[in-house]
């Protein structure tokens, strides 16, 4: 693409573009095929997602009220907006003591493939290799992961809803209409809420979940490119659901499909921001390509210290940079 940067006109900007952090990372992307990655968090994130749901509503239908559980399910809807009257959470609460134990079972085997799967789309970015070790242990430890990240989202979502009903009753104690300007320092208010929730849970699954340790002040940019992604996203998939899935024309197949492109923005999205943390520095981290023909001169003796890629050169220090496993 040099030749794109000889253009006139347009040539300087593109050249200044391609020297940008957000450019390497898109480039890192590309050399560890991400749209693969993508498509393998997508099918475990949709497998696991309806267990989930199940699951979500038995707990709800035994510890809740039917005016708590209503509150939920409007909750739910303002998260996701358009899809909880698609799914019919409430069949869902009214169904969920018989089949609470299946879903429970069901979510603990997908949920931890799905945390398995999403730890090794991650490390991928990393040039990482999979995880070794024991294979038992390594599920109770992605067990232990999901139950972690499930603590982590419920905890912010009561923060959340904390701060936004402490917001609404400060602007009903000054007086602050609900409507005009009013009504848009509140959306404002609620917004930069959900970005603080979603930060939470994206540092999480940027350092915790693939077993790095990237830069505080990455992890922080990258953080909030996500939380920021994540509620454009749910506004998209809210449209998408109004106005495109509910048309006869898709039938049964309008809420999948919003599900799943939904699912697949919020994998890519979720790739970028590793990738980001990744690619901190210029040269940051070799390609697998560049790791597997390393050791392949390494374990031939054909590469001396100090030469470009070899022990004790550039590319190497690079490596070494990056956090272990």
Known sequence: MDWLTRLPVIGPWLARLMRTHAWRAYEHLESVHWTRLAAAITFTSFVALFPLLTVGAAVAAALLSPAQIEDLEDKLAEQVP??????????????????????????????????????????????????PGNPVKRKLADAGVLIGLGGVALLSAGCSAFATAAVGRAADHIGLAHHGPGRFLLTVAGFCIAVLVNLVIMAYMLTWLPRVTPERRAVLVAGLIGAVGFELLKALLSGYMQGVATRSLYGAFGVPIALLLWMNFIAKLLLYCAAWTATQHVGGIPSYEQQRERRRARDAGEVSPGAPGGPGGPGEAASAAAPGR
Request: glycine share 16%; proline share 0%.
């Open 82 to 131: 358009g899809i909880a009257d698609q799914l019919d959470i409430s069949g869902l609460v009214a169904n969920a003591g018989t089949v609470g134990v299946i879903a429970g079972a069901l979510l603990l085997v997908t949920g931890i493939g799905w945390v398995g799967s999403l730890r090794d789309c991650l490390r991928a970015v990393w040039a990482k290799d999979d995880d």
